[in-house]
């Protein structure tokens, strides 16, 4: 058996998301034992011209299931990006995780070489679907999941890199 596409993304992107929402939990009971409101982590940002935690978890969720969906030639669903909560971004990951979980490996047979259009800022970018997994889907995702990481640690929640990883 030869390794695929759907190897590569469906449950890569499952384990990470799980691995999110195990440091939003984190980051929840942090601001609980230190007398925080919630709202100072989900608002915060690393610098003043980038996204809130709430907005990276959005991004990481939409990088995920629009990849999947694409390679799996399905409808990618739509969120209203409202979340702003911890209750509500767990909930947003959750959603991701169900909806991915739904591909099965034979909806993405032939996907690494499947045309793939993606419309970004009014241009459209062509990919091959291995292409748009590798080049832009992943660094993507990973870059919003290590920001949200990155913006908790920033702001004295305990997590470290076994946190980011996950079990191996």
Do not use: W
């Amino acid at each position: 058996m030869s390794f695929t596409i759907y190897d590569s993304s469906s449950p890569v992107f499952i384990r990470m998301l799980n691995n999110l929402s195990a440091i939003l939990r984190k980051g929840a009971e942090s601001a609980q034992t230190r007398g925080i409101d919630p709202m100072v982590l989900t608002s915060a940002r690393l610098a003043p011209d980038m996204f809130p935690l709430s907005r990276q978890v959005q991004i990481a969720c939409d990088a995920a299931k629009g990849a999947v969906a694409r390679l799996a030639g399905v409808e990618i669903p739509s969120h209203p990006d409202t979340e702003t909560t911890f209750e509500e971004l767990q909930a947003r990951i959750a959603s991701t995780i169900a909806f991915i979980a739904t591909i099965k490996p034979e909806q993405m047979e032939g996907a690494a070489v499947k045309s793939i259009t993606i419309k970004m800022q009014g241009q459209d970018y062509p990919f091959t679907g291995q292409a748009m997994l590798l080049n832009l889907a992943m660094p993507n995702f990973y870059f919003h999941i290590s920001t949200a990481y990155d913006i908790l640690r920033h702001n004295g929640v305990a997590v470290g890199k076994r946190d980011l990883l996950g079990g191996l």
